[in-house]
């Protein structure tokens, strides 16, 4: 009997296993001709200098709409990344970008662009070169771009990976820790890579002035960054005491839903030009 039903759970689990293999297959086709049929799009979300509330920078975040379903990016990256999908998104992400926020830095001020990097995408042949080529075709100037890379994209071809950051960074291009303080080796990474920014991950921010601990462990991070000389950007802020613990802290930059939800660029565009105006 027990064999039995041990039979059984196989057949079950060889079902599911099906079942996750075809949906897989389908996402990764569905993935090719989305970027073929140009289906995708890329949205902004303002970074704000905390004690002026200007717009610094805004940092692109991919969209996929599969036909009237919106995909959100953690449901796709991965398949995109594991079928290689994620070099040809990315460049097109890279150009569409650069070329954007350069001709918003022509109608109005310098804003800066931040661009998620995907582990793939940096050890990929020609990884330095596209994105060279991205700032010269658009003229955005490399000291405007900042790239995002989180550090577990050290863990695998961590020689490589830093080697091309580096590179770029000598270029002139910054470089940021995303989701700072979430992993395990958040102070070794920075020791391995020569970064200007770190951004502090939402599950510390979400706990100010609610959680003593996360209060604290913000705090000691936006300082830590300050005496390493980087620039702090803290990651979601939803709510107005966060805001108001933040500015107290001396934290540098500030993102999330209470400043600005990412948008469409004609959303930026918007903003820019009002901004301007009351600003004027
Ligand atoms: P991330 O780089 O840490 O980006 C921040 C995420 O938090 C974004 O989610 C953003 O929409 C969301 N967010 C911003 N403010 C708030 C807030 O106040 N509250 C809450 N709850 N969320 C907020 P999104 O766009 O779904 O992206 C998720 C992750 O996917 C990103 O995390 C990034 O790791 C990755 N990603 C997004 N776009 C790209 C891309 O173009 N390339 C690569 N390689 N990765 C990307
Ligand atoms: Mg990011
Ligand atoms: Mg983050
Ligand atoms: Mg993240």
Not at 115 to 130: H, K
Not at 206 to 215: H, I, N, V, W
Not at 250 to 279: E, K, W
Request: glycine share 8%; hydrophobic share 45%; proline share 4%.
């Amino acid at each position: 009997r027990a064999k039995e039903l041990g039979g059984r759970r196989v057949e079950v689990f060889a079902a599911h296993m099906h079942a996750d293999v075809v949906r897989r297959l389908e996402l990764a086709a569905d993935l090719q001709r989305a970027l073929q049929e140009k289906q995708f799009a890329v949205e902004y979300q303002p970074v704000v200098d905390l004690a002026t509330s200007r717009v610094t920078a805004v940092e692109a975040l991919v969209r996929w709409w599969r036909g009237s379903t919106f995909v959100p990016p953690e449901q796709f990256l991965g398949p995109a990344e594991d079928t290689g999908l994620i070099v040809p998104l990315s460049e097109w992400i890279l150009k569409e970008a650069c070329r954007e926020v350069a001709g918003w830095r022509e109608s109005s001020w310098d804003i800066g662009l931040s661009l998620n990097l995907s582990a793939r995408q940096i050890t990929a042949p020609r990884f330095v070169e596209t994105v060279s080529e991205a700032l010269a075709e658009s003229g955005l100037p490399a000291s405007a771009l900042t790239l995002e890379v989180i550090e577990e994209m050290l863990v695998e071809d961590a020689e490589d990976t830093v080697a091309k950051l580096s590179e770029l960074r000598a270029l002139g291009v910054r470089l940021a820790i995303d989701d700072f303080g979430t992993g395990y080796a958040s102070l070794a990474f920075l020791r391995q890579l020569p970064v200007d920014m770190i951004k502090i991950d939402p599950s510390f921010v979400s706990g100010l002035g609610r959680d003593e601990t996360l209060t604290l462990l913000t705090r000691t991070i936006v300082r830590l960054g300050h005496d390493l000389g980087l620039i702090v950007v803290a990651e979601g802020i939803e709510r107005p005491e966060q805001l108001e613990l933040l500015r107290e802290m001396g934290c540098t930059r500030g993102q999330g839903y209470l400043v600005a939800r990412p948008m469409a660029a004609r959303g930026v565009d918007h903003l820019m030009r009002t901004t301007l105006q009351n600003t004027a």
